[in-house]
């Protein structure tokens, strides 16, 4: 029933208290498509939808069950995905989002996660192209 | 605790200091008159020697125990380890076998595995839906060989309470030496074990209670007592049985917490048990959610609840700095590690992850219960607002 | 103490707490930010928590140490018993000796016997005549299969100092882990265990140094790191070596004390050198008298004095309510039990029963010294001028 | 170094802090006769000391090494015996010379001391009548 103080950088802390882009996509033009990676037992379960338009990400928004990390790194994810050709996206590197928000090592496993995620939805992405 | 701070919901790991034991321990802090060694045979000595006796009998007042029952300790995990350990090594050769439970506080069951590393057997009961211990389960573990049956009265994660005149009927009609964790129920509930005399030992501890944190009593019946083998060495303070020199304002601060709350005993378990059903109705726009162990019987200050599909150490970020409440996990590390207790109830992993523990007490208020309320259905349904399709139903 | 009451000369059985110790514990007993469980991971519990912190910083600066080899005890009684029993059950099957001195405290005395019990060999040093221990007698005790030393700085009853510096280094050089005994002179002469990192163990507590009763410290060693088999189960405080609520008060007002004690270590000793050195000389009126212990090496507020022909009980009746001291014997009884400190250093039980011991602390003034010699001398007298023909010669 | 409290009776705290009849006895007349006892492991050595005139002991004095009780205990008979008639006198009870003066039973060993010495100085008093 206790534990360790809870410890966040303030970039997750902004993006859990925002979690800009979370829920459901904006109506727009373009077409739908989404990427999931779930590892319950892990503690993640992930879920990006985007619209493709014109070649680029014209949308992205997220849905994420997890813990704060996660749900940080789901949103600096579709954030930094936003608006970007599809050609050049690659998958994230682990390591270099978890610099991004200053997650532990420990939660490196959440991560992956994430990143399965947005390697499906890109998967999804140049498929409509 | 400080109304512009978060609302305190945390009484059953610890109680804010009560003001009045406040003034008392400050009062004895700073006199001049209570700071020489209790043990000393001087003037000074015996002054102060006279302050932890008073305060002794208002601590055996508390359970109805004689104040020469009362031996002080550092707290409720120093009582229960010298109970156990202490009953356990001192037990005859052909006592091995000793009566535990899968939901006991982790310094239970800590001294019950290290007996299980030494040369004892230990049964280890699970708990009825409800959380409690039946007293029928304790009556089949029974054996000839059984050297000591350790329960506690109130679970601290679920409010859970055991019927322990029942046990302790039964212990002492098979003459079998009881403990009782009673660290959240003394000065929670009436206890008295001049009238449950099958209780052999009990702990409790100060902080639980509006009392200092950092001291405990481990009570010894008198007739029959039960031997105890110290953990320590050092003197003969507390008849041997526990050295050390005595901390004088720690223990008027617990005589005084003692006095208070048994003076409130008889208003304060009803007014709080309203509150957290007030609590617990004030939630339910939060559902689905569900209630870990049963309602009642239940310690009046504990509310152990779920909500389906939220991740625990988001909700508690989600509540950091406005709600101060335990999580049905101990996030010791990334991964949170489920509580055993809520485990032994039949709990799922994600159920035990998305509870959270309420413990009220006697600052609470209408007013912060129903704050705090608001706080958790609007966290909990923000938190939901993002989930993917399937997972309020897949996750708890 | 109070000025109209006993002068005190009794701070080796306990220091009156430092006003500014009182005003910063109770400061944090009444602050309502500081009252949750520092283990709890909420926005209370981590204001919490970061008093604990910087307490532990404080504690730690006082020896040299790094903030987290303190491990948080109830007093310098659990500490002894949690290095000593904890380092010989951790050790190797291999290490079953164990050295300790025949003049240290029950603490540590008592933790050995109860090593002897178990599966190890003690072995007993005498201290040289002057009550200390002698480095070369440990060097030739040492054996291949040594598990620990155990020895104080500071001996309570004599003042005698031991050269733990040089104990150390031996230690080192033959990788035993050396466990100090630092109760009587943390905070009272420089300690760095930094310097001398051939001592893996050091116990220390609050109350001796000005500080509140019910808390102590054990310094751990980090590299190489003392393996420890903690006294009690129950949590992950303390890395696993201490479980139990932490008492945040009285690690605040430890850690306060500490800092105080440290910016005094400049000056203090010599000033109660030279008091005790005045007390000395005030005594002389009384003589045939003597000391118990030579004057240098020595802790500099302690003096233990024989009185020729006078006996302790009555000696203690003639000064009671006027000044505070300690007796040459523990009157648990009767019959009074004679120190076996002094017993080790060759005195016969009638020299140790008419002896006291006065010790000094950083509130004792010339004054209070002058007034205390006093009385001393005039009850000396009083009871001398009954004494039958020849007692003054037979009895001590 | 530390203990129980010390624990005595308002009889013996007045009794050890006025110590009467302790020391030298006054010059007077008759005859001087004393009786002591000691037993140091017991931690007892009282000697009294008296003088006999007309049959009486006309003066009675105590000197004493011991506790609180015992300084006591000689204090008090020295005082009972004080004028008495020799040949009435006989040595104290050892229970009711600690009822008087509220020993403990612990005590009772060294009031034997105390009886020894009186006994000690009757018989010498009744030696020289
Ligand atoms: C049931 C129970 N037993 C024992 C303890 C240990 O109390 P303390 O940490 O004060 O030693 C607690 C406190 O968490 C408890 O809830
Ligand atoms: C040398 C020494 N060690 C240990 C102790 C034990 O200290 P405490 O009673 O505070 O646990 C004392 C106090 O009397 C002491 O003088």
Tied chains: 1, 4.
């Excluded at chain 1, 829920?23 to 939808?49: S, Y």
Aim: charge should be neutral; charged fraction near 20%; hydrophobic fraction near 50%.
């Amino acid at each position: 029933m206790s534990g360790e103080p809870l410890r966040y950088s303030p970039r997750v802390r902004e993006l859990f208290a925002a979690l800009p882009g979370g829920g459901a996509l904006a109506p727009g033009e373009g077409v739908t498509v989404n990427g999931e990676a779930a590892a319950l037992e892990r503690g993640a379960w992930v879920r990006f939808e985007a619209r493709v338009s014109g070649g680029r990400l014209a949308d992205c928004a997220f849905r994420a069950w997890g813990c704060p990390h996660t749900l940080a790194a789901a949103a600096w994810l579709a954030q930094a995905m936003r608006a970007a050709p599809v050609a050049d996206l690659r998958p994230a590197e682990v390591r270099e989002l978890a610099h991004e928000i200053e997650a532990p090592a420990a939660k490196l496993g959440r991560l992956l996660v994430v990143v399965d995620a947005q390697s499906a939805l890109l998967a999804a992405a140049r498929a409509v192209q | 605790m400080n109304r512009a701070g978060p609302i305190y919901l945390d009484w059953a790991a610890t109680a804010p200091l009560d003001r009045r034991v406040a003034d008392a321990m400050c009062a004895c802090l700073a006199d001049p008159a209570a700071q020489a060694n209790p043990s000393s045979g001087h003037a000074s000595g015996r002054a102060a020697a006279a302050l932890v006796a008073r305060a002794r009998g208002e601590v055996a007042a508390l359970i109805g125990a004689p104040a020469e029952s009362i031996v002080f300790t550092s707290g409720a995990t120093e009582s229960v380890n010298l109970a156990i350990l202490g009953t356990a090594r001192a037990s005859p050769r052909e006592h091995r076998h000793v009566v535990c439970s899968r939901v006991e506080h982790r310094a239970v069951t800590g001294a019950c595995r290290q007996l299980e590393r030494e040369v004892f057997e230990v049964s280890w009961l699970s708990p009825a839906a409800g959380g409690a211990i039946e007293p029928a389960a304790v009556a089949a573990a029974l054996r000839p060989d059984t050297a000591l049956v350790t329960l506690m009265q109130v679970n601290n994660e679920t409010g859970a309470l055991t019927d322990i005149a029942a046990v302790a009927k039964l212990c002492r009609e098979r003459s079998v030496p009881l403990h009782v964790d009673a660290a959240q129920s003394a000065g929670k509930l009436p206890i008295d074990v001049a009238v449950d005399d099958g209780i052999a030992l009990l702990s409790f501890c100060a902080h639980k209670l509006g009392g200092p944190k950092g001291i405990g009593a481990l009570y010894q019946r008198r007739q029959p007592r039960p031997a105890l083998q110290p953990l320590m060495s050092g003197g003969s303070h507390e008849a041997g049985l526990r050295p050390g020199t005595l901390a004088t304002p720690q223990i008027v601060g617990f005589g005084a917490a003692c006095r208070i709350a048994r003076e409130s005993l008889a208003t304060e378990p009803a007014r709080i048990r309203a509150l957290r059903e007030r609590l617990w109705q004030a939630l339910q726009p939060a559902a689905p959610l569900w209630r870990n162990g049963v309602a009642e019987p239940s310690a009046p200050g504990i509310l152990n609840a779920g909500f389906a599909g939220v991740e625990g150490e988001s909700l508690l970020l989600a509540l950091d700095g406005e709600v101060d409440v335990a999580s049905g996990a101990a996030c010791h590390s990334a991964v949170a590690e489920p509580s055993d207790v809520l485990r032994a109830l039949g709990r799922s992993d994600l159920a035990i992850q998305a509870s959270l523990r309420f413990s009220l007490g006697s600052g609470t208020t209408e007013a912060e219960v129903d704050r705090a309320a608001g706080l958790v259905v609007a966290a909990v349904r923000r938190l939901r607002s993002v989930l993917p399709a399937g997972a309020l139903e897949r996750v708890a």
